[in-house]
């Protein structure tokens, strides 16, 4: 309980114990907290008191405000770094977050290639091509929804299961010996999700979607595959 008698103001008091419930688990990213005169009656202070501590907690990012619903518990976002000689993959870039990732294939499929896909992989007008389609997660948690079109030319016998909860790059290191080139090229834009992304990614439909195409080359500057990943942006920042 909070100690009235102490210098510590009693909202800072209130901050530090809800922030050290987010820190081990009591409230969950996503989920609502008690509300203010719940927050006021448990804790015997003032529903200004806690409307400060939640205002402090908004701010720094540990919560979130949602008109009419509640105040949420915000999802730490995950940070990812692009360089010129080294981009960060999902599940790298989790262990630097202190995340657990994960992924789930949502479909797949051999399909005749379209005139962007066949650009840029070089494909000969009647090759086809492998659609993958994962969702990556951290800690359980909805983030990018990609979908990667491969060459069946260069990627014969290719086995989706080995992606359940597994690391795509990982993969096709082991299993094609194909390794990514520095040079390799990603674009960034932004929409909005529909309503269809929405449910993918565990978002409100309108909620900002980060766009991100990956155009892959071997060292040797061959084409190796193409990727789009819709990300949800409130959950994730990319750095160049």
Same mark, same amino acid.
């Given at each position: 309980m909070l100690n009235k008698n102490s210098i510590q103001p009693l909202y800072k008091q209130l901050m530090d114990i809800i922030t050290s419930q987010l820190k081990n688990g009591t409230y969950k990213p996503g989920e609502k907290i008690p509300t203010e005169p719940e927050l006021a009656e448990l804790y015997q202070v003032s529903r200004i008191t806690v409307r400060r501590t939640i205002e402090e907690l908004c701010t720094q990012g540990y919560l979130v405000k949602h008109q009419g619903k509640g105040t949420f518990v915000k999802s730490p976002m995950i940070f990812r770094k692009f360089e010129s000689q080294k981009n960060m993959s999902f599940s790298e870039s989790c262990r630097q977050n202190g995340r657990v990732s994960g992924s789930h294939v949502l479909a797949f499929c051999r399909k005749s290639s379209d005139s962007l896909t066949s650009d840029?992989?070089?494909?000969?007008?009647? &090759?086809?091509?492998?659609? /993958?389609?994962r969702l990556l997660l951290a800690d359980g948690i909805p983030i990018i929804n990609v979908?990667?079109? /491969?060459?069946?030319? /260069?990627? @014969?016998?290719? !086995? @989706?299961?080995?992606?359940?909860?597994?690391?795509?790059? &990982?993969?096709?290191?082991?299993?094609?010996?194909?390794?990514?080139?520095?040079?390799?090229?990603?674009?960034?834009?932004?929409t909005t999700a529909s309503a269809d992304m929405a449910q993918t990614?565990? /978002?409100?439909?309108?909620?900002p979607v980060m766009i991100l195409d990956s155009y892959m080359?071997?060292? !040797?500057?061959?084409?190796?595959?193409?990727s789009r990943e819709y990300i949800a942006g409130s959950r994730y920042t990319i750095s160049f």
């Open positions: 840029f992989l070089r494909l000969a007008p009647d &090759e086809e091509v492998f659609f /993958l389609e979908h990667t079109w /491969l060459p069946v030319r /260069l990627f @014969p016998d290719f !086995d @989706p299961k080995v992606l359940e909860n597994g690391s795509f790059f &990982e993969y096709l290191k082991s299993a094609y010996s194909y390794s990514i080139a520095d040079s390799s090229r990603s674009t960034v834009s932004v990614l565990s /978002l409100a439909p309108g909620d080359q071997s060292p !040797d500057g061959a084409p190796l595959y193409i």
